[in-house]
């Protein structure tokens, strides 16, 4: 059985694999004595051989589309820098911003950068232009306070503009360059979807993944004049869910539908290689593009055969050949026995439930099972490798990852059934799934934990109201105060709110007030049994650390087993591979000791980071240690 250390912590582990813009250097992220890092390689006699290694606090990089230049995040600061002549690097951070966010990056030396800034207003954004190295503001569009989003043509000219109404109506304005004015082109409801790109170069040719006027979204053409549909992929049981594009301004080449496993749909003759390339053995694969060269002929792609970890891997559309760049160990790859299968259940009500049930291979059942609900709750799990589940299942777990109603992915109406259902029917599928689970034999009486993160983290603990169901839950940066949720939401949400109050209602309508502290966990605690795993982010933005800490504290009042873990400079989900492998090795021991699964009884790198992590952060991070009652 390995470690949670070679799950989470593997300093051979490689990824976001990216070509420059020729795919003459490949950049990926790796680590270098424990550190993360960017490392830069270029081919040689058929080996990728580093040129280059960038360390500190990086949180991202990408390629120039114009030169083989590395342009790195380091903290709030942008730098650019020649692999080749690594020693040298030019800020190149936008000037005079506060805040800001990069959308669209110069095509050549000479050419502009399009960006967004909170700066005037934090609810809205407005569209500013930089030259490439940060300098030359310019103020491109004034947010009207309900502007959503601009999108530019090859003419570097907002083309289309997405606005919110005072009714939740969104309309999607159109122009055909900047001296004409803005023309309405569509109109949604609050419940449609219209994510749109360019086709052309001139911004008058459009494809979108769309569901007006039908339940689920599909991959249509779209007219600009008329706002007219034509669809292109659709699907009857689920929606599209992606569209794949190699070139910016052509053509979607793949669809990708999940309807349990995934599906790719080829639309182009790049699109017909790629497929040939990546489902070139039997079973299911999970793809994810990771990179382009700007002409789109080259392609690095992380690939998971039947749940295996990911392969990195380099396609060149244009001789059709493929290139493995990064493999996991044989040791690793041999200890990854979990088989994931899509299920339905029926819910109390007659409702059809879609989910994923990954079972530990070889075990007889009934095995100690975990009910997984997902966060959002506008999300939903899909079939692939997931560490977590890999994980959990070589202790001898299952897990059931439950797509509850309110998910996305299944159409409208689906997603409609969870609105104002929080604590209710939403929260009844959660239970139905631990009950199907008993029914099916897979889980046996006393061996059910429930587990989800942020929105997924309310429900898990509202779960344990049931003290015959669950027997542990893993609750992880959770909003567990809905009231105080909606009445803090983060300012920038401003205008993406909607969707938020169809699910839970108005934090200025006293009635929906009512309810929504009637069904929170911190108002129920004394409701609730079993044991509970709580962590948060001591730096989270979007829920903040204090509803853990306060309902830990009502937890504890009640005498209930509750195990803490606080995680400084930390938000909202983990980045850090220490914070990712204390959690792990945590929730190793809490579930061994609840419902009985296997645990390494020593991890000796996972005793050392949670203990380096408390020598690095002093005092604010005494909460690092497990509190037990």
């Not at 000037?95 to 990069?102: L, M, S």
């Not at 669209?104 to 967004?116: E, S």
């Not at 105060?481 to 200025?508: A, E, H, K, S």
């Not at 989900?573 to 390494?600: C, M, N």
Request: hydrophobic share 40%; glycine share 10%; with cysteine.
């Amino acid at each position: 059985m390995l470690s949670s250390s070679r799950f989470y912590a593997d300093r051979r582990a490689t990824w976001g694999y990216e070509p420059s813009f020729d795919g003459a250097l490949i950049a990926w992220w790796g680590s270098k004595r424990g550190a993360r890092a960017v490392f830069v390689g270029e081919f040689s006699g058929g080996e990728l051989n580093i040129i280059a290694t960038f360390k500190g606090a990086l949180s991202h990089f990408g390629w120039r589309q114009y030169a083989d230049l590395l342009v790195l995040t380091e903290k709030d600061r942008l730098w650019e820098v020649d692999p080749r002549r690594p020693g040298t690097r030019t800020d190149v951070t936008p000037r005079d911003f506060q805040t800001w966010q990069v959308i669209v990056d110069p095509r050549h030396a000479a050419d502009n950068q399009f960006l967004v800034s909170y700066d005037r207003s934090p609810a809205v954004a407005d569209l500013y232009a930089t030259s490439a190295d940060g300098r030359d503001k310019r103020l491109l569009e004034q947010n009207n306070g309900s502007t959503e989003s601009w999108l530019l043509n090859e003419a570097q000219v907002p083309c289309i503009r997405v606005e919110l109404t005072a009714s939740g109506m969104r309309r999607y304005l159109h122009r055909i360059n900047a001296d004409k004015p803005w023309r309405e082109m569509a109109t949604l409801e609050p419940d449609d979807t219209l994510v749109i790109w360019r086709t052309d170069r001139s911004g008058n040719a459009f494809e979108a993944l769309s569901n007006r006027q039908r339940d689920k979204i599909a991959l249509v053409s779209l007219d600009p004049v008329t706002g007219g549909e034509t669809v292109l992929v659709e699907d009857g049981d689920v929606d599209v869910s992606d569209a794949l594009r190699f070139t910016p301004t052509e053509p979607a080449d793949v669809a990708v539908i999940r309807d349990g496993y995934p599906r790719y749909i080829a639309l182009s003759e790049r699109g017909t290689i790629f497929t040939e390339l990546v489902l070139d053995r039997n079973g299911h694969a999970d793809v994810e593009i990771s990179g382009s060269s700007k002409a789109g002929a080259l392609l690095t792609v992380a690939i998971s055969y039947d749940e295996r970890p990911y392969q990195h891997y380099l396609l060149n559309l244009a001789d059709k050949s493929k290139t493995l760049l990064s493999a996991p160990a044989e040791k690793r790859k041999s200890a990854f026995s979990a088989v994931t299968k899509p299920v339905y259940f029926t819910a109390g009500d007659g409702e059809e439930i879609p989910a994923l049930l990954t079972l530990p291979a070889g075990s007889p059942h009934p095995v100690p099972t975990v009910v997984m609900a997902h966060g959002g709750p506008a999300r939903h799990d899909s079939w692939g490798y997931n560490i977590e589940k890999s994980f959990l299942a070589s202790r001898g777990y299952a897990t059931l990852s439950v797509n509850y109603r309110g998910s996305t992915g299944f159409g409208k109406r689906y997603q409609s059934l969870g609105y104002r259902q929080f604590g209710r029917k939403m929260q009844d599928d959660i239970a139905d799934a631990g009950r199907w689970l008993l029914a099916q034999g897979i889980a046996a009486e006393g061996k059910l934990a429930v587990a989800g993160e942020s929105y997924g983290g309310f429900m898990a603990a509202l779960a344990m109201a049931d003290d015959k169901l669950f027997s542990a839950a893993i609750i992880d940066y959770a909003i567990l105060d809905l009231p105080y949720q909606m009445q803090n939401n983060p300012v920038g949400w401003g205008l993406f709110l909607g969707q938020v109050i169809r699910y839970f209602g108005n934090p200025d309508d006293p009635g929906d007030l009512t309810q929504m502290q009637e069904f929170s966990p911190l108002h129920n605690a004394k409701k609730l049994r079993g044991s509970f795993l709580l962590t948060a982010g001591m730096e989270d933005p979007v829920v903040g650390c204090q509803q853990t800490k306060a309902f830990e504290k009502a937890l504890r009042e009640t005498g209930r087993d509750v195990t803490a873990l606080y995680f400084d400079r930390e938000g909202h989900g983990y980045a850090g591979w220490q914070t990712k492998l204390v959690r792990a090795r945590e929730i190793e021991l809490f579930l061994s000791r609840k419902l009985g699964g296997k645990a390494k009884k020593i991890d000796p790198l996972a005793f050392l980071s949670k203990h380096w992590i408390q020598g690095r952060f002093g005092n604010g991070a005494r909460n690092m240690l497990a509190r037990r009652v």
